[in-house]
Each structure stands twice: as structure tokens, then as C-alpha cells.
């Protein structure tokens, strides 16, 4: 079976470290269009298109802002993971990401992918400075990220010297914004079973030529 797997940056460390993905051909999107949901919709449509020749289609991405609502392949199945982003993803399910939302609502998460591919806030206030000036930054960062007030680092595995590297990272931005530090043991099982393909109620599969509808409830459940 040829499989075509489509992920983000986000969960690129992950989903290679797993090792599942030598079986088939892997392709990560830019970070940055996670904010520009339609552009992010469209690049991911034009893979899909491309990807005919597949026997199978992963896509590791989640709702993330109903980028992936409305996506169809005509010739090939699809699979992707019915969770909220890769926030969830990383945690294992929406349950535990909304269990700790519960706890603090004002958390902002950081993960591997982030860290190495993304944008942080600090950096986004350091491009705001160049541009705008001190005092404008200021403003903009304050009015972006003025509600978090804790940075909680997914921890996925990694060698004990890159663990380090990024939880200085975290540090480092936390420390700019005055933001509580706390870790995460990630949990990669849910992204390990949409790269298997594995059949569970988390997971979605929508047939050749149908749009993807993702629910609370899996639309294409068996």
C-alpha cells in the first residue's frame, strides 16, 4: 500500500520519531499558515489533488480552526484525527487538553514543533519592536498574550541535551512575560493510531469524494 502522510511542522519531531513514517511518503507543511485557516485549507486541498496516485491519505491535522472542514479527495481515503489541533494531539485527546484548561484557562502551550518551527510570542514581540517601536510592541503583545499567565511545555521525547535546549526556550519567553512554568508528559498514542490507521472513535475516515465533517461525533464512524 503507498501512503501519503500530510502533517504540520507542529508534530513533524513526533511523528518521525515514532518511526512509522519510513513506511510512507512525508510531506510538512509551513507553521505559518496556521493563521491563515484558508490558506492552510487551500495548500492542504492542493496536496490531496496531487496525492491521487496514493492508495491512502493521512493528514495529521485536527479542526484547527475548520481548516480541514470541507476537504475532499476524489480517488483516494482519507484519515485525520478528530481533535480540536495539535495541542491535543500531543496530549493524547481533547479530554485531557479540556481537563487542563479546566484547571487554568489562561495557559499557553509550547512543544517541540513550536519551538523549533513557529513563531513564540517573544520572538513575534522582538519583529514588532523592529517595526513599530518599543512602545507599540507593547501594546500589540500585551493586547495577544496579556490573558496567559502560565507556559506549559509538552514534553515528547527527545534526547536529554534537546530536552534542556527547549525547556531554556520555554524559560527564556516565560521569563519575558512573567508566565508560571510547568511541564506536561506528552502523550503520543492518538497520533501513533492516525498514522497506523488504526480504527478508534477519535480517528475519522472519510471515503473517496466526500468532504471531511468533523464533529464531536465521528460523521463516518463504521
Known amino acids: 500500500m503507498r501512503i501519503k502522510l500530510l502533517g504540520c511542522c507542529s508534530t513533524r519531531n513526533e511523528v518521525l520519531g515514532l518511526e512509522l513514517a519510513t513506511r510512507m511518503d512525508c510531506e510538512f507543511l509551513d507553521f505559518s499558515l ?8 487551500q ?3 492542493r496536496r490531496i489533488d496531487a496525492s491521487q496516485d496514493y492508495d491512502l491519505i493521512i493528514l495529521t ?9 470541507g476537504l475532499v479527495s476524489a480517488a483516494v481515503p482519507l484519515v485525520l484525527p478528530n481533535a ?4 491535543s494531539l ?9 481537563a487542563l484548561s479546566e484547571r487554568n484557562p489562561a495557559i499557553y502551550y509550547f512543544s517541540q514543533g513550536w519551538l523549533d518551527y513557529g513563531r513564540d510570542p517573544y520572538a513575534e514581540y522582538l519583529e514588532y519592536v523592529d517595526t513599530y517601536g518599543e512602545a507599540d510592541a507593547q501594546y500589540l503583545i500585551e493586547t495577544l498574550y496579556g490573558r496567559y499567565e502560565q507556559a506549559v511545555f509538552i514534553r ?6 534537546e530536552l534542556e535546549h527547549y525547556r531554556e526556550k520555554v524559560k527564556k519567553i516565560a ?3 512573567n508566565w508560571k512554568i510547568s511541564e506536561e508528559a506528552g502523550d503520543l498514542a492518538l497520533l501513533a493510531a492516525v498514522v497506523t490507521g488504526k480504527r478508534l ?6 471515503p473517496p469524494g466526500t468532504p471531511i465533517v468533523l464533529e464531536e461525533e465521528n460523521e463516518y464512524a463504521d
Open 34 to 41: 496556521h493563521a491563515f485557516p484558508e490558506k492552510l485549507h
Open 156 to 161: 515528547t521525547p527527545c534526547e536529554e541535551d
Open 43 to 45: 495548500e492542504l486541498q
Open 61 to 69: 491535522y485536527g479542526r484547527c480552526s475548520h481548516a480541514t472542514v
Open 175 to 177: 521569563g519575558f512575560f
Open 90 to 98: 500531543l496530549l493524547g485527546s481533547d479530554r485531557r487538553r479540556q
Open 201 to 206: 472513535p477519535e480517528i475519522v475516515r472519510v
Open 84 to 87: 480540536h489541533d495539535c495541542i
